[in-house]
């Protein structure tokens, strides 16, 4: 099932016109796998007087686009600029993960010392704690 969501759109083509030769209505979807494309429809479609208005097409196909593809795909150099970008972000989201797992490692490392020098403090505490006077619980 295709879920049809779009923005509202005043822009008419009366060099297009739909199947009941009224200018088309051009509207821009905004569904994730097709974001801001955009579509040509018959205006009584739209506005639920009849669901026999079947007429609907891409607006890239009038371009000899028939693959689905955004617009901007076919430019090479766009393509390869997006493609470039992800690969820097990619390598710059690997490159914070491992340095929150340093600082991590580093937290846990800190965390140990930490604990090692409370027991020493703790059991040098315990070493110089008078024994006249304390009373160990079973002795007489």
């Not at 914070?96 to 604990?115: A, G, H, S």
Request: glycine share 4%; proline share 6%; aromatic share 10%.
């Amino acid at each position: 099932m295709f879920l049809l969501m779009w923005q509202p759109s005043d822009e008419f083509q009366a060099d297009h016109p739909c199947d009941c030769n009224l200018p088309s209505r051009v509207k821009s979807l905004r569904t994730p796998d097709n974001p801001g494309r955009k579509f040509r429809v018959c205006q009584n479609s739209m506005n639920g007087k009849s669901p026999s208005y079947k007429f609907w097409q891409w607006l890239d196909e009038d371009e000899g686009r028939t693959d689905g593809r955004k617009p901007y795909w076919r430019k090479p150099e766009e393509s390869f600029n997006l493609i470039l970008k992800i690969c820097t972000l990619e390598n710059e989201i690997s490159i914070c993960r491992m340095k929150i797992e340093q600082e991590n490692n580093t937290n846990l490392v800190n965390r140990q010392e930490l604990y090692k020098v409370k027991w020493k403090l703790f059991t040098h505490k315990l070493c110089n704690i008078p024994s006249s006077g304390v009373q160990v619980l079973g002795s007489k």
